[in-house]
Structure formats: C-alpha cells, structure tokens
C-alpha cells in the first residue's frame, strides 16, 4: 500500500459517488481492511521508516536482487515564518517544498520511506542522514539517477548514469549506457 492518506482519499472518492459521507469511509476501511487482506494473503502495511540492519532491510524487501532510489519534492504552503520560509525554499522548484526518499524493489513495491525534510536539503544528503546504504547487502545492486553521485563510494554495487561536462563531453558508449540505465530505472520513476 502506497500511503495510507492516498488510500483514504481515493477510496473517498469512490465512497462519495456511492453517497456515503468521508466520516464513514475510514470505519468502512477498517472493516474491509481485514478482509483485503485475507483475500491478498499478505499484510497491508505502511512501508518502514528507518532500517537499522541488513535482517531489517531483507524484512523490508524479501529475495531482492535490485533496489531503486529516487527523491521527491511535494510543494506546501507558504509560512509564514521567514525564517521557516527560508528552511523550505528549493531552488530547484522555486517554491516551497517537503523533500524525501523512496525506495522500491524490481516489482514497484515501496519499501522503505523516511522522513520528508525541508526542500532546501539535497537528496544525497537526506540518504546520507537516513544512513541506509551500509545496511544494504553488496550483493543488491542499487539504481539511483545523478542526484546520488558519490553513493557508490559508499556501496560497491551501484548503478549511476555518467554526467558530462562541456570540456568532457560523454562519449557515444557512456551516452548508450546511460540510456541504458534509465530505461531500468524507469520503475521507480513511473511508481511515484
């Protein structure tokens, strides 16, 4: 399950067609939860805010040969604090925004979500806050796009498209593996 609000607010949605008021839609939820998941056979459940281990994170993602992670920016309101303003400037957006981190699996089940931050935090900085990429097994690759760069001095097994700069253009190979790579990573991206 993505986020239990998300799940809520479309099943609102579907409730409201069937002229059922919102109060109601959250004790329906919790009747047909159980039954959901009898049907599924398996646990609806939030997935983990922190792995601390490799048994936690193998918890977290059962048999997984790859692992994908991507940041993402939701804008919010404006405070009005200036100083609180400030803290949740991107410049990137050019808004006020929240920051945070998905991890998936080759399957497009979400794993593991921290904690959103403030936008001004760059995303290799919020995985590095977090500190999961030393509980992450060698033998898992990890797919990450260049807002990672520098994550594989911390794990052997990363995939990251090459970057070009004017005076080093990339080369018709890196240029062909880059494709490559985001055409994998493509998963992620379409699940957010």
């Not at 409201?16 to 459940?45: F, H, Q, S, Y």
């Not at 977290?60 to 604090?81: C, M, S």
């Not at 052997?156 to 080093?168: A, V």
């Amino acid at each position: 399950m993505k986020c239990y609000n998300n799940y809520v607010n479309q099943h609102v949605k579907l409730f409201n067609k069937a002229g059922l008021d919102r109060t109601r839609v959250c004790r329906w939820v919790k009747i047909l939860l159980p039954v959901l998941e009898m049907t599924l056979g398996r646990e609806c459940v939030l997935p983990a805010r922190q792995i601390r281990s490799a048994e936690e994170f193998f918890r977290a993602f059962p048999g997984v040969k790859d692992v994908f992670i991507d940041g993402t920016e939701r804008p919010v309101q404006k405070p009005k604090n200036l100083r609180r303003r400030k803290k949740m400037y991107s410049g990137k957006k050019r808004q006020t925004t929240r920051k945070g981190l998905i991890m998936t699996d080759e399957t497009r089940q979400i794993g593991f979500i921290p904690m959103s931050k403030s936008g001004r935090r760059h995303h290799k900085r919020l995985l590095d806050k977090v500190d999961i990429i030393r509980h992450i097994p060698p033998e898992v690759t990890i797919w990450a796009d260049t807002g990672f760069q520098g994550i594989d001095k911390q794990h052997p097994n990363t995939q990251i498209p090459k970057k070009g700069t004017r005076k080093r253009p990339l080369s018709p190979e890196q240029k062909q593996e880059n494709k490559i790579i985001s055409g994998i990573r493509i998963t992620v991206e379409q699940r957010l």
